[in-house]
């Protein structure tokens, strides 16, 4: 048993215990779990890569509000702390695959068929689908251009440069005037590659806001009286001030339409992975707000702990099965 299996399973006994109990993940754990597992990466080939990998995949899907900056930094520490150049991957697909199949079947089971229906008439909409695809080609074009210089990238870090690019230019409303010269070079430099891997990423962004998005939120929501809601519990909606009064919007983690879309209205209160504040609550009041719909809150370290313990022991798990098979 190594130091660095130790570490992560100290730290993730600790974070599923605060977490199931509180529902926090205390800071200085976290930030303990990086700060180790940092130290311990530097000790293995080309630890800057792996670093800089981790710590920007915790970041971004923070940004995006995909999990709160606890659980974010967790998965850091949990990525750094397993041996291996692609542990963040490995973690990624060992904890989320069965989660999302669970949460899926889970969402369908517990979601009418009539809302199932509107749900893929909205998700399939041409101009949602349109503004995705333009974005999608648009940089995968860029991460191809980031190849002459750097080598080739697997599609996992296209995806993440998608992701990391489109955050910074929309923060920068420069969107469109970026995009239309991305096309315009991908068509006339490889419009089948680019195509088909702008093909492949719509289908993969329409199966998960399908399942993990749209169908998770009818699942994994409830709407209760507001003298009910207390400071924590995470909001599924934005409170929206607009010509024809107070609005409220399901907020699904991440979607590029919605994106392009939020600098044109006026959030009140905006659905965070850390949860309402009193402040907020008295917002709401406020506003003369009669209910809300509330995400149930789920522990995630726990899982993410498993997904680490798993993923930890996967390459000797692999080995030993192809052992025995050797011998049948």
Same mark, same amino acid.
Request: glycine share 6%; hydrophobic share 40%; charged share 25%.
């Given at each position: 048993m190594t130091i660095n299996f130790i570490l992560l399973l100290l730290l993730g006994l600790y974070t599923s215990w605060t977490d199931i109990r509180s529902h926090k993940i205390k800071n200085w754990a976290a930030w303990s779990g990086i700060f180790a597992g940092i130290l311990l990466t530097l000790q293995e080939q080309n630890p800057l890569q792996k670093i800089i990998v981790c710590i920007a995949i915790g970041f971004i899907l923070w940004s995006l509000k995909f999990w709160t900056a606890g659980d974010g930094k967790l998965y850091t520490a949990f990525s750094l702390l397993i041996p291996g150049g692609q542990s963040w991957l490995l973690l990624m697909i060992v904890t989320f695959v069965p989660l999302f199949i669970h949460l899926s079947i889970s969402a369908i089971l517990k979601t009418r068929m009539l809302h199932i229906i509107k749900t893929i008439i909205n998700i399939l909409r041409p101009r949602h689908l349109a503004i995705t695809a333009i974005a999608i080609f648009a940089f995968t074009t860029a991460a191809s251009i980031l190849e002459l210089f750097i080598g080739t990238l697997p599609m996992l870090y296209k995806l993440s440069i998608f992701i990391a690019l489109f955050m910074v230019i929309h923060r920068l409303k420069l969107f469109y005037i970026i995009a239309i010269p991305l096309i315009i070079y991908g068509l006339a430099t490889e419009p089948l590659q680019r195509l088909q891997e702008t093909g492949f990423l719509l289908l993969y962004f329409i199966c998960f806001r399908f399942f993990a998005l749209e169908l998770g939120y009818f699942?994994?929501?409830?709407?209760?009286?507001?003298?009910?809601?207390?400071?924590?519990?995470?909001? &599924? #909606?934005?409170?929206?001030?607009?010509? !024809?009064? =107070?609005?409220?919007? @399901?907020?699904?983690?991440?979607?590029?339409?919605?994106?392009?879309?939020?600098?044109?209205?006026?959030?009140?209160?905006? &659905? #965070?992975?850390?949860?309402?504040?009193? !402040?907020? =609550?008295?917002?709401? @009041?406020?506003?003369?707000?009669?209910?809300?719909?509330?995400h149930e809150i789920v522990p995630f370290a726990p899982a993410l702990t498993v997904g680490a313990t798993v993923t930890y022991f996967l390459p000797q798990l692999l080995l030993f099965i192809i052992e025995v098979r050797s011998l049948i």
């Open positions: 699942a994994m929501t409830k709407e209760i009286p507001l003298h009910k809601v207390k400071p924590g519990m995470v909001l &599924a #909606e934005d409170i929206l001030n607009t010509t !024809n009064g =107070i609005v409220r919007r @399901k907020r699904l983690f991440f979607s590029i339409f919605g994106y392009l879309k939020a600098d044109e209205e006026k959030i009140i209160i905006s &659905a #965070e992975p850390e949860g309402l504040s009193r !402040n907020q =609550i008295q917002q709401l @009041k406020q506003h003369n707000a009669n209910a809300v719909r509330i």
